[in-house]
């Protein structure tokens, strides 16, 4: 077992997040069994931290309820890092979110990561039901509730606070990241100083990553938890044998966000699916257009393209999300990009 985290070339963490994908023809149980699986093999190989993300109402996702996951994830790993990528935050009440986890924090001690987002991982409808409430014109109070979370965690709401007299059990403060796709995400984090991660993977097309990270470098404000910028990006990345058997994988995560984005919901399709796929062509533009977001090819085509992004974006972090139908196909990739920075032997 790997006791350093893997890194690339130049020293930039390398950190997995899996949305427990249900692939055509498997189960949610199969998805959840495969995600731990690939948990169990980052920790092996060396990768700094393993993410579940918080959706709702797709088909093709069964990581809905990421401290549940974790849990398990928890029980079946010991050094790797744990946490979200992430939890939804108006979704829930702050406390649930502290008490649930402040006990993932007593139950793994120095393991538990909490990444923040303010989207509901879902449709309008979907996040009515969660939230039962839905103003878009009222105010936005992600960075209020934050602070709420940072007082149950902590336990030190002033004396005056209605809040002050509940006691969370247990009140373990956690590591937090803030989540974000936009200016808004890259301004609270720099202003609460934390660890800020840009979804390049899915927001990254027309610049959007490079403004929102050099946006947030420029407003960083030093905390108690963090002296400097943590800047970090999602990337989209998938290692095969050859190229060509790379783009054949990826083509089944791309059609199945086409799919996703107009608004049919299912199951991640297969690679012979994707590839007889009849693709308009509008869809093909987006396929392309999503393209030039990802990182897709041989072992040393991907560390090349992971390379290119940490010198371009200058982040810290990369977390690596591979869109791919079954789980052979991301142990493959997971095993590739490892042993490209020559972390570890090839999977016996």
Do not use: C
Not at 127 to 139: C, E, Q, V
Not at 209 to 217: D, K
């Amino acid at each position: 077992m790997s006791t350093s985290s893997l890194t690339t070339t130049a020293g930039v963490r390398l950190s997995v997040l899996d949305l427990a994908g249900v692939g055509v023809g498997s189960s949610v149980s199969d998805a959840l069994a495969a995600t731990t699986t690939l948990a169990v093999r980052a920790e092996q190989l060396g990768y700094h931290r393993f993410w579940v993300a918080e959706h709702h109402g797709m088909p093709a996702v069964a990581s809905a309820a990421p401290a549940v996951l974790l849990a398990h994830l928890g029980a079946r790993t010991s050094t790797i890092r744990i946490g979200s990528g992430g939890v939804m935050l108006p979704n829930h009440a702050p406390m649930v979110v502290a008490e649930q986890f402040g006990t993932l924090a007593a139950l793994y001690p120095g393991r538990i990561d909490l990444g923040l987002g303010r989207a509901p991982g879902s449709d309008q409808l979907t996040a009515y039901a969660l939230r039962r409430r839905m103003d878009p014109s009222g105010p936005d109070d992600f960075g209020d509730q934050i602070a709420e979370l940072v007082h149950f965690m902590q336990a030190d709401f002033p004396a005056d606070h209605p809040f002050s007299t509940i006691r969370t059990t247990p009140a373990i403060p956690v590591p937090l990241y803030i989540l974000g796709s936009s200016d808004y995400g890259a301004r609270l984090a720099a202003r609460l100083g934390l660890p800020y991660a840009f979804a390049h993977h899915f927001a990254g097309a027309g610049g959007n990553t490079g403004a929102a990270l050099e946006l947030y470098r420029s407003q960083f404000r030093p905390s108690d938890v963090l002296a400097e910028p943590y800047p970090m990006i999602g990337v989209s990345a998938l290692a095969a044998d050859t190229e060509d058997e790379a783009r054949y994988q990826a083509r089944a995560g791309a059609l199945s966000m086409l799919l996703l984005r107009s608004g049919r919901l299912q199951e991640i399709p297969t690679p012979e699916q994707a590839a007889a796929y009849p693709y308009s062509a509008a869809e093909s533009d987006l396929l392309r257009a999503m393209g030039r977001t990802e990182v897709v090819g041989s072992a040393e085509q991907v560390a090349d393209g992971l390379d290119e992004l940490a010198e371009r974006f200058g982040v810290r972090e990369l977390i690596i999300s591979t869109r791919a139908h079954g789980l052979d196909a991301k142990l493959r990739s997971m095993d590739l990009i490892a042993q490209a920075y020559a972390a570890v032997p090839a999977a016996g």
